[in-house]
């Protein structure tokens, strides 16, 4: 939703935004955003632009950084070893859930892992060729760009370089080319620096890591992830539980293999990937988009003791390696295809089960949004949504002038509060802020009830409608409230047919109504502030 429009608002409480802090947007706003770099904003921004509204242009980019993924850990496998190790590491890849998950949700650790594996590439070229620093310093300033997490990238490449490449610290270009990192990231430093000076805080991540106290971002979800020693000790639990068992062993064996080695340079950088980068998860914690990051390194090690079986141990060791790869990817891909596209996701064993089936579970958003764009899109509203925060106002009024031409359809939003945030943003928060709608949730609703304040926010033609939204997927629900429940009891909508039911008639994603508006401005204040 904050790519579409480039602006930075989330939508809750919990975490306060430029768009709600000011009147007027500040020029730097548009450098950067509170909790993340630009740069797969940007990347997002211009596919939406390109393509439209939808959620194709959203994930393209991550799609096709999830495609140079698996092109660049060919290149590392090539670059350290040879090409057979390249193309088992790029096999590998292919199949690996771990890399097809963020590419296919549009995630942006897709975009973060690319531009790191680009900057190790170009790495493996400058310690030859010093010309290559340029590159590298470019690239890894995109990287920055994107997460603030590839800074893992530095204690990797200064270890490597101190052990096996000494004489690259004596090169004056590699310092000089340091520079064009500066130049690459200085909308991130701008933005920071401005930030700073005006509130006396930087963006969300620095100002934790940094201990700022930051009043609107007191109440933060992922940031409590407990003591160094806990994290450590959900580590192997975590990722036992969302990636393959077959490639975990494989990957535990090549790395004892590579730690026999250790002298060699191939083996010490995957082995320093590793480690640096399991030192990171313990800091930032291990969640499951965490460990992506990872998954390089895993494909990494198995393919360079595979290519190695394959050339030493002829003519048996090639075929074990063919076979032992054959299965590695084989079971990976029907793994991966079993938790991207399987409709039940509620639990397994370790074999056939990840925990990031849930993550692509079909839970009826598509079929929500498809109804919606029938509903809600070929229209536009008889008036605009008014919000207290003049920046979104201004985007309000913009997407409402835009859908000038299209038929008025007197009608409010209103969806089950109950709902996983963020997947609201995407399916009522957009059509408010870019296109006029009122959407609001069934708490705020219930609140305006007990305030006497409804009538404020709903049309007021007399044929006016409101199009209610009631979730009935419990895993999807966080703290329920059950507001959407108390509208459909109080408005005895269990009499009546619903516009849509999605999913199995025995237990539906989403019951939607269409409700006249009159209806909810007689429903009683007191009973609403009873239950609030």
């Not at 947007?25 to 997002?44: A, E, I, K, N």
């Not at 106002?393 to 209103?414: C, E, L, N, S, T």
């Not at 996983?420 to 305006?448: C, E, M, N, Q, V």
């Not at 019951?511 to 007191?526: C, F, H, R």
Request: aromatic content about 12%; overall charge positive; hydrophobic content about 50%.
């Amino acid at each position: 939703i904050r790519s579409l429009g480039y602006v930075d608002f989330l939508g809750t409480q919990a975490q306060g935004t430029p768009a709600e802090w000011y009147e007027t947007r500040p020029w730097w706003s548009y450098l950067s955003f509170h909790d993340h770099p630009p740069l797969v904003f940007w990347l997002q921004h211009l596919s939406f632009r390109t393509i439209g509204e939808n959620a194709f242009a959203l994930r393209l980019p991550s799609a096709l950084a999830g495609v140079a993924i698996v092109y660049l850990i060919f290149r590392l496998g090539r670059q350290l070893q040879d090409e057979t190790a390249g193309l088992m590491a790029a096999a590998l890849s292919a199949v690996s859930l771990y890399l097809i998950w963020p590419s296919r949700l549009g995630l942006q650790e897709s975009i973060t892992v690319a531009l790191l594996l680009a900057a190790f590439a170009c790495l493996l070229h400058a310690v030859k060729n010093p010309r290559w620093w340029f590159a590298v310093w470019t690239v890894y300033g995109l990287a920055i760009l994107a997460k603030y997490t590839v800074v893992v990238f530095l204690p990797i490449t200064i270890s490597y370089l101190v052990l096996f490449q000494r004489k690259v610290l004596r090169q004056k270009l590699f310092w000089l080319s340091q520079g064009l990192q500066g130049l690459v990231t200085l909308p991130l430093t701008t933005y920071n620096v401005a930030l700073y000076l005006d509130r006396r805080h930087f963006d969300l991540q620095l100002s934790t890591l940094l201990g700022i106290d930051v009043l609107e971002w007191r109440f933060l979800p992922g940031k409590n992830i407990g003591t160094i020693s806990e994290r450590a000790a959900e580590f192997w639990p975590m990722i036992s539980r969302t990636a393959t068992p077959l490639l975990l062993a494989a990957t535990v064996v090549a790395l004892v293999v590579l730690l026999v080695r250790v002298r060699q340079p191939p083996a010490a950088f995957v082995l320093l990937g590793v480690g640096w980068t399991t030192a990171l998860l313990l800091v930032v914690g291990p969640s499951p988009r965490f460990f992506v990051m990872l998954a390089p390194w895993l494909l990494l090690a198995p393919a360079l003791v595979l290519s190695d079986l394959a050339k030493q141990w002829t003519p048996w060791g090639k075929l074990t390696a063919t076979l032992l790869l054959a299965v590695l990817v084989g079971y990976g891909g029907w793994y991966s295809w079993t938790n991207t596209f399987a409709t039940d996701y509620r639990g397994g064993s370790v074999w056939t089960f990840s925990l990031l089936r849930r993550e692509s579970a079909r839970l009826g958003y598509q079929e929500l949004d498809e109804l919606l764009q029938r509903e809600v899109d070929a229209f536009r509203p008889s008036q605009p949504a008014a919000v207290q925060y003049p920046v979104l106002q201004d985007y309000i009024d913009r997407g409402f002038r835009r859908d000038r031409k299209k038929p008025v359809k007197p009608m409010a939003i209103a969806f089950d509060a109950d709902l996983a945030w963020p997947t609201p943003l995407w399916y009522f928060t957009r059509r408010t802020i870019y296109h006029g709608w009122t959407a609001i949730s069934t708490d705020g609703l219930k609140a305006a009830v007990s305030a006497r304040q409804l009538g404020a926010l709903l049309p007021r033609e007399p044929d006016a409608q409101v199009l209610l939204v009631v979730g009935q997927n419990t895993d999807e629900r966080r703290l329920r409230t059950e507001s959407a429940e108390w509208f459909a009891e109080q408005l005895k909508l269990g009499n009546r047919t619903p516009i849509s039911v999605i999913g199995p008639k025995d237990h539906p994603y989403f019951s939607l109504w269409l409700v006249p508006a009159a209806s909810l401005l007689t429903l009683p204040p007191d009973a609403a502030a009873v239950t609030n």
